[in-house]
T-cell receptor, first 112, second 109 residues
Framework: NAGVTQTPKFQVLKTGQSMTLQCAQD?????MSWYRQDPGMGLRLIHY???????DQGEVPNGYNVSRSTTEDFPLRLLSAAPSQTSVYFC???????????FGPGTRLTVT | GQQLNQSPQSMFIQEGEDVSMNCTSS?????WLWYKQEPGEGPVLLIA?????ELTSNGRLTAQFGITRKDSFLNISASIPSDVGIYFC?????????FGTGTSLTVIP
């Protein structure tokens, strides 16, 4: 049982490049979400999904896209990277009605 | 968005001391969660609270869901060096989680 996995662990992009951060979970959870964490701040919700085929915006969705074609996978796409998107990105998977949320190890992204 | 204010921002305590931290909001939440994060890792869930007034323990950790539903508290008893980290509260309303800015805990042996 791997829990929540994220790839890559580190990434450097140039302004304007696009990329996809991968997230997968093997716990059969319906609810998955993406957060960003900036220095001195808590986690802020980017997008979330309550099940395959359903996604919704969180607190800071601009510049990011998501899709959820399977229960297991929830990729996050940066459309045109900007320095303001330099951050640590965490994917989380939430267990049913307990709302227990399990986080991946994070992706550290730098945009130059 | 919703704002969760955590206090204190940081704490430096001697090993063996008890720790108290809290999280307040101007909004009502249906669920409160407490997490610990260590450097370079994702947050790890410590305690989840589901009802106003609920008091829940997990080993040396005890958390309470405030009766107004706008706050929550976390206590750590008899701190040990491995308690070092950043503690975050999170509140759930609708389908969205909102996180506090964290309390950084340093335990001096």
């Amino acid at each position: 049982n791997a829990g929540v996995t994220q790839t890559p662990k580190f990434q450097v992009l140039k302004t304007g490049q696009s990329m996809t951060l991968q997230c997968a979970q093997d716990m059969n959870h319906e609810y998955m979400s993406w957060y960003r964490q900036d220095p001195g701040m808590g986690l802020r919700l980017i997008h979330y999904s309550v099940g395959a085929g359903i996604t919704d915006q969180g607190e800071v969705p601009n510049g990011y896209n998501v899709s959820r074609s399977t229960t297991e996978d929830f990729p996050l796409r940066l459309l045109s990277a900007a320095p303001s998107q330099t951050s640590v990105y965490f994917c989380a998977s939430t267990r049913g009605r307990s709302y227990e949320q399990y986080f991946g190890p994070g992706t550290r992204l730098t945009v130059t | 968005g919703q704002q969760l204010n955590q206090s204190p921002q940081s704490m430096f305590i001697q090993e063996g001391e008890d720790v108290s931290m809290n999280c307040t909001s101007s909004s009502i939440f249906n669920t409160w969660l407490w997490y610990k994060q260590e450097p370079g890792e994702g947050p790890v869930l410590l305690i989840a609270l589901y009802k106003a007034g609920e008091l829940t323990s997990n080993g040396r950790l005890t958390a309470q869901f405030g009766i107004t539903r706008k706050d929550s508290f976390l206590n750590i008893s008899a701190s040990i060096p491995s308690d070092v980290g950043i503690y975050f509260c999170a509140g759930l309303t609708g389908n969205q989680f909102y996180f506090g800015t964290g309390t950084s805990l340093t335990v001096i042996p």
